[in-house]
């Protein structure tokens, strides 16, 4: 059995450390799995992503350029680890774009905060931003699909809302957000991957990542949560939503979060680094993921996998090869 197909079969999750002998399946899925880490992963993470302790060093403060306006470009000289190496997240809860009506309610402000979020991503990363058609989004446009996928799976788990259309990448903006909170929290979290993805990765690393998306995604397009724009899961998509709750469940003894948000379930892990393992164990199996404390978040998409087969399947085996691993 080649490591890509050992990667898709599910099973259950090993009960106790005497009865987790790794099998030759296994341990050539953990060996795949640890390949693709190492090829996402900036340098300095590849030989210890998992000793990175998720703690945060604390926000830093704005600062102001003589015009009054905030010096984005200024604030950092460094950041926290990344999530997908398992830092912290940036936000301790999905921060989820405002919706239409929301944005029709306060156009002005809307259009001050899009304004301000453009500019400060444009200073931090370099990119050219403006308004996207869709309400509740700003648009960046990345140099590559490649750093536009990149940058999508890094934000995902830094627990801010992104989407990606080639080499467009989409970051939430509402009417409510204020510059010390939510619109920093966009800029920091495009400052902060992008300095990794442009200033830690060589030209080489990003063709090894191009290759590796590339075979990804004939293997199995990515799955990304239903897009939302901060509304509540719909009423039509429960019945996705319970199918793969009830099945992880039985399969793994998980229950699912009471928490809702549109395109997410959650489902409460035993500990931090299992849901840290396991989310980046997802999200290098092209399945979106991140995570909230213990509470690991799986995106559910009617569209694209109209049963949850995949998502659940996915989280079943990552879930098991967590238990091998971190029991060994």
Known sequence: MRAADALRQPGGLCQSKSSMTISA????????????????????????????????????????????????????ETFCDLAMAGGPPHKGTLLEPGSEAEIAAHPDQYQRVVDEICRGVTMVSELPADGSPMPGWIQAQCYSDVMAGWLLRAIVMENVAVHAEGRWLYLPAAPAFRVEKEIKNVITVIAKTCHYYMGHMPRSQQRAIAGLFTTLAVESPLLVPARANGLPRADEDAAV???????????????????????????ECADVRTAVWVMRAMVVSNV?????????????????????????????????????????
Do not use: C
């Open 25 to 76: 399946p296994d341990r050539a899925a953990l060996a795949e799995l640890d390949f693709r880490l190492k090829t996402v992963l900036p340098e300095a993470y590849q030989d210890s992503y998992e000793t990175v302790q998720p703690v945060s060093m604390g926000s830093a403060a704005l600062k102001y350029a003589d015009d009054g306006q905030v010096a984005w470009d200024e604030i950092w």
């Open 241 to 267: 939503y319970n199918a793969v709750a009830d099945r992880i469940q039985r399969a793994t003894g998980l229950r699912s979060s009471s928490h809702e948000y549109g395109g997410w379930l959650g489902v």
């Open 288 to 328: 979106l993921a991140r995570r909230e404390g213990v509470m690991l978040f799986l995106p559910i998409n009617p569209s694209s996998d109209p049963h949850g087969e995949r998502v659940a399947r996915t989280f079943e085996h990552a879930h098991r090869l967590a238990s091998l691993r971190l029991s060994s």
